[in-house]
């Protein structure tokens, strides 16, 4: 299972982005979703997961701001990102697992090269 994150970029505070995490050699029906991010000289941390049937769980970053989702006849999974704070910099990774869907770091198996956001104006 590969996957590569994108979307990522320059926004200011205030804005939106949305980041897509494309899956290739495998389908994704069957494969938990998480995004996580990590921000210079932290550790990375779970934002938001959705489990193969669809239901999400938002870690504290994400409620109320981002939004998690999948398509899985894109084999693509997305975090919306709206209201971006300075503090949302961070280098944004996807990961895939199979299992009970978390949003810890060691639950994942296959990890992306991470997407980064900056938020600056």
């Known amino acids: 299972v590969q996957l590569q994150a994108s979307g990522g970029g320059l926004v200011q505070p205030g804005g939106s982005l949305t980041l897509s995490c494309t899956v290739s050699g495998a389908s994704l029906d069957w494969w938990n979703v998480g995004w996580f991010r990590q921000a210079p000289g932290k550790e990375r941390e779970g934002i938001s997961c959705?489990?193969?049937?669809?239901?999400?769980s938002d870690g504290e970053s994400a409620k109320g701001r981002f939004t998690i989702s999948r398509d899985n006849a894109k084999n693509t999974a997305y975090l919306q990102m709206r209201s971006l704070l300075p503090e949302d910099t961070a280098v944004y990774y996807c990961a895939a697992q199979k299992g009970l869907a978390t949003k810890g770091v060691d639950d994942y198996d296959y990890w992306g090269k991470g997407t980064l956001v900056t938020v600056s104006s």
């Open positions: 959705v489990n193969s049937g669809g239901s999400t």
